[in-house]
T-cell receptor, first 114, second 113 residues
Framework: NAGVTQTPKFQVLKTGQSMTLQCAQD?????MYWYRQDPGMGLRLIYY???????DKGEVPNGYNVSRLNKREFSLRLESAAPSQTSVYFC?????????????FGSGTRLTVV | AQSVTQLDSHVSVSEGTPVLLRCNYS??????LFWYVQHPNKGLQLLLK??????LVKGINGFEAEFKKSETSFHLTKPSAHMSDAAEYFC???????????FGSGTKLNVKP
């Protein structure tokens, strides 16, 4: 089925550990995004990639890095996890910059940092 | 600057009664507006979108929303709630030709039998 695939679905990390969240889309979308969702705060943009080869910071980029590996894949890396990064992470994609057809979302990654 | 405010964090209705979820936005330009729904432990699903065409927008599952520029509102309605509508709803605003989407803080809809 066409869509956005995120891995893993669940992860528990110890403070200071690193990990990479993977995201892939098969809809030939140009733009991809990483959001975090916290109770009462809606979704906040971490990083986005308007097109292959470009990345930009969103509202809450500190503690994260991203890589737009190719048109399909956009990964999010936590270099040294902190308890404040406990959250649900959503990857999304959209057709291309300037188009406003909305997002297609992945099903999320639940990350707990202890 | 852009922002979106969902006026109610929780709404509770009885099955079969109307649903109203309120959203106000602020934008320096003509916005595009969306409503998304998130069921427990699921990703977000697009309900409907407004992109400067008709001001009354119909979405999936019987939902609709009306764009009112004078009131800077984009409230979500449904004539008759169903138990399966219980979920969290997000109002989203973006500027055309701009690549960021701004999410409201969400409204949790509870539907009582």
């Amino acid at each position: 089925n066409a869509g956005v695939t995120q891995t893993p679905k669940f992860q528990v990390l110890k403070t200071g550990q690193s990990m990479t969240l993977q995201c892939a889309q098969d809809m030939n979308h140009n733009s991809m995004y990483w959001y975090r969702q916290d109770p009462g705060m809606g979704l906040r943009l971490i990083y986005y990639s308007a097109s292959e080869g470009t990345t930009d910071k969103g509202e809450v980029p500190n503690g994260y890095n991203v890589s737009r590996l190719n048109k399909r894949e956009f990964s999010l890396r936590l270099e040294s996890a902190a308890p404040s990064q406990t959250s649900v992470y959503f990857c999304a994609s959209s057709e291309r910059q300037g188009e406003n057809y909305g997002y297609t979302f992945g099903s999320g990654t639940r990350l707990t940092v202890v | 600057a852009q922002s979106v405010t969902q006026l109610d964090s929780h709404v509770s209705v009885s099955e079969g009664t109307p649903v109203l979820l309120r959203c106000n936005y602020s934008s320096s330009y003509s916005p595009s507006l969306f409503w998304y729904v998130q069921h427990p432990n699921k990703g977000l699903q697009l309900l409907l979108k407004y992109t400067s065409a008709a001001t009354l927008v119909k979405g999936i599952n019987g939902f609709e929303a009306e764009f009112k520029k004078s009131e800077t509102s984009f409230h979500l309605t449904k004539p008759s709630a169903h138990m399966s509508d219980a979920a969290e709803y997000f109002c989203v605003v973006t500027l055309y030709n701009f690549n960021k989407f701004y999410f409201g803080s969400g409204t949790k809809l509870n539907v009582k039998p």
